[in-house]
């Protein structure tokens, strides 16, 4: 199952209008994971596949997109990506959590019970 991968304006869409608020407000329907990633990276391809057996896994409960940072440099300067992968969890409600680095897949589901309240 291909993840969705996000360009400005999809992203404006689904995820989070920056031009229109400056207060982070979520457009989204479900909790959600971003992967801000590149194609040179080794520690993001680790990633890729554990975030597509979790999207297999968690199907309609949960979206997963990633951004790739070479494409899309205004996303990631507008969240400050210094190091990559990095992985933005966003719940329904409150404020969304940056985790860096190639996180093991338990430390993904421990998120998304923890952060994203996805059982």
């Known amino acids: 199952m291909a993840l969705e991968h996000l360009t400005k304006d999809t992203f404006k869409q689904k995820v989070f209008n920056y031009e229109a608020n400056k207060e982070w407000q979520y457009e989204g329907s479900k909790p959600a994971i971003i ?52 992985l933005l969890f966003i719940p ?13 897949k338990e430390t993904f589901r421990q998120a998304i019970d923890d952060v994203l309240h996805v059982k």
């Open 92 to 104: 329904l409600e409150g404020q969304p959590q940056m985790a860096m680095g190639a996180l093991p």
């Open 35 to 86: 992967d801000f990633y590149a194609d040179w990276c080794g520690p993001c391809k680790m990633v890729a596949p554990i975030l597509e057996e979790l999207k297999a896994e968690y199907d309609e409960k949960l979206e997963i997109y990633k951004v790739n940072t070479e494409e899309e440099r205004e996303l990631a300067a507008m969240f400050g990506i210094q190091s990559i992968p990095s």
